[in-house]
């Protein structure tokens, strides 16, 4: 099922993945879980899955593909406060994060990382403010992806939409 949004690029998922540097025991929040592969790579590393979308369908294929973890389905302001700590967070969906983010930032573990993928300039910088104004902010990257396709009998190379990965860490830390 093709789910309205951008989905996130199977390349970006891993280089978020490994911004992310999750590691046994820890809680992995994916905000805007969308198809659930974020959740799904995370899966190789922890058990502690979180996902939130408002999209019943959204939820319900992430269920299925990480039936492990914990997908629920409404607004990320309104369920993060009731989630434990959490460790390592994608941030996939932004529709609402002027809400979520502040509620997202009390519930993160000293050391937590914060991982944002983001299709829109316009969002990005203000994603990168958000975490600015918290004390978190570590990186803006963007990322271009380009895929080979034949053409007269070689190869030549056609641009993805870029992405920008906005990334954030807590001081401090602790293990698992």
Known sequence: MKLP?????PENVQIAIGK????????????GCGSGAVSLAA?????RIFGIDRRPEA?????????????????????????????RCFIGGTAGIEAFFPALMERLSPG???????????????????MRGAGIFEE???IGIARGYDLAGDIALRPEN??????????GGRSP
Do not use: H, W, Y
């Not at 992310?20 to 905000?31: E, H, S, Y």
């Not at 944002?116 to 958000?130: K, M, N, P, W």
């Open 20 to 31: 992310l540097d999750i590691r046994p025991g820890m809680a992995f929040l994916d905000v």
């Open 140 to 142: 803006l990257l963007q």
């Open 5 to 9: 949004g951008t989905a996130t690029q």
């Open 59 to 87: 939820v319900e294929i992430s269920r299925a593909r990480v039936p492990a973890g914990t997908f629920l389905c409404g607004e990320a302001a309104g369920i993060i406060p009731g989630l434990p700590k959490i460790d």
């Open 43 to 47: 899966s190789r590393f922890t058990d």
């Open 112 to 130: 937590a990382a914060v991982v944002a993928d983001l299709a829109r300039i316009g969002i990005a910088s203000r994603v990168a403010e958000l």
């Open 162 to 171: 870029p992405i920008f990965m906005v990334v954030g860490r807590l001081p």
